[in-house]
């Protein structure tokens, strides 16, 4: 499983102390761990970094480029949102924080990351999200569901791996695939918008989004502390 750059684990956040393992899991797809370092929460992976509290401003970003987009397209009543990964809590809470929102469904494949959030460590940043009526927590893997699911939404918004090219697990790249994005399609309302988080631009996604007949296709980019910005891939759904 490759590092993540989501943030880093050299934040000046992080104790210069070892690590604290708070809880340790053995999950569908391997070990996970969440640990402080300082006053820094992280979640690891099969001994890998994924993600940490330091920052949060481009899974944010991820949240109001899919409404952005969708304000473009005309004004609309309690949009319906689906956010792919829960992580540390950023793009829920950030969504539950906007009142334009509607439903508000995360799909998180790791059921050790939702018992941290609502019953460990995790949930000081995630509990007023968790309380609030409109918001949901489906425990299934993201690309399954999307397959699955006869529910439908306004804005998808896809955080699971470092971006199309880099997944975390290997079943993952079928979602940036053109049967994956027909799937994502499936599920998006007419002139909805797909939001996809990634650590690097990625031109070829860009094209099969294109070729799956998304329009308004761009990419966004996010700066961040250290290193070369986050992006978001957006694109509005055929029909």
């Not at 996970?32 to 509290?53: K, S």
Request: glycine content about 12%.
């Amino acid at each position: 499983m490759p590092l993540t750059t989501h943030d880093s684990p050299e934040s000046s956040e992080a104790s210069s102390e070892a690590p604290e393992v708070l809880d340790r899991r053995e999950g569908p797809y391997g070990e996970v761990v969440l640990r402080r370092h300082g006053t820094l929460l992280q979640i690891i992976a099969n001994g890998c970094f994924l993600m940490d509290t330091s920052d949060g401003r481009s899974e944010r970003r991820l949240v109001d480029a899919a409404a952005d987009a969708l304000a473009a397209s005309g004004p609309r009543t309690a949009p319906h949102l689906l956010i792919g990964g829960l992580g540390v809590g950023f793009s829920l809470a950030h969504a539950a924080a906007d009142p334009r929102w509607g439903r508000i469904a995360v799909v998180e494949r790791e059921g050790a990351v939702i018992d941290w959030h609502r019953a460990g460590p995790l949930a000081a940043l995630s509990a007023d999200a968790l309380a609030d009526p409109r918001a949901e927590i489906v425990e299934a893997d993201l690309v399954g569901y999307v397959n699955e699911t006869s529910d439908t939404y306004d804005a998808l918004c896809l955080d699971i791996d470092n971006g199309p090219g880099w997944t975390v697990t290997e079943g993952n790249d079928g979602l940036y695939a053109p049967s994956g994005l027909a799937g994502c399609a499936r599920l998006l309302r007419p002139g909805g918008v797909l939001a996809v988080w990634s650590a690097q631009p990625s031109p070829e996604f860009e094209e099969t989004l294109r070729n799956a007949g998304f329009q308004q296709v761009r990419t966004e980019e996010i700066p961040v502390a250290r290193g070369v910005p986050d992006v978001v891939h957006i694109g509005v759904g055929p029909g």
